[in-house]
């Protein structure tokens, strides 16, 4: 993971129908207007890779703290509510005019876990994001992207979640195409860079484009999508030390969701056109 401690982490609030009444967050949402009932609400930070020696120039200095690991969720010291929240990441290359973000050219995909806190009330959607260090999760095994566009590599994959607790495995997140998000392909792609460029300081949302400034304009991006839908168990269990959060990205046109079952109980993680996160929660 000490690969990506130089990539800017962003995320994208509801680019998946219904999960954000799921997770109790339609009310931080109800004065963000959008062009469209589909579009996601907006774009937050969850690692900002500022080097400033002098931390008061950092923004945000929690979210300067490395929180990506590929096997490990680390619970908060405090007793907080904490959900998984089963995505996709992008990895991409960024480019810019004059400090304006204008292309991204995304390179891999793979499963991701935008673990959250679960509280009333947060200022900003990023105080619920990074806690510290193993507060979030990308597959070590991601899989390269040819094109972000219809007919593309990713339209062959679904993702699927899934709790292991008291060696017990029951599924977490729905099992959806992952052309189900409401955004996607290039249509996502000029959402994000319209919504870097313009995003201000309002309600739950931050002004991304002063941070990556601050930072220097970051070369590459490592961005989650969104979290997908929980099926009733994943949207009413809160994680616990001793479980195991899995997250799978796979080419649904190679297997059935019955193989990645058994996969899972049997760990075998690694697969050709598969991502699998496994994360052990401490």
Known sequence: MNDYKEYLGLGIAGNFALHLAQAGELEDFKDVI??????PKGIFAFYLPCNKQNKSERPREILSIFPLS?????????AKNIQAEPEVALLCELTYE??????ITPQY????NDASIRVAGAE????????GKNSKGLAKELLPLDIFED???MESYSICSYLRRDNELKAYGENVELKGYSYFNQKLLDWIINQINTQNDFGPLEDIKAYIKACNNPKNLIISIGATRYTPYGGSTFLQTGDE????VYN???????????????????????????????
């Open 34 to 39: 959008t062009e469209d009932e589909t579009a």
């Open 70 to 78: 590929c096997d490990t969720l680390e619970l908060p010291n405090k």
């Open 98 to 103: 004059k400090d304006k973000l204008i292309f």
């Open 109 to 112: 995909f793979g499963a991701y």
């Open 124 to 131: 900003k959607i990023s105080d619920k994001k990074n806690w």
């Open 151 to 153: 007919g593309g590599t």
């Open 245 to 248: 959060v899995l997250v799978v």
């Open 252 to 282: 649904h046109n190679k297997y059935k969701l019955q193989e990645i079952e058994k996969a899972l109980q049997t760990k075998a993680y690694k697969q050709p056109a598969m991502s699998v996160l496994a994360q052990k929660v401490i």
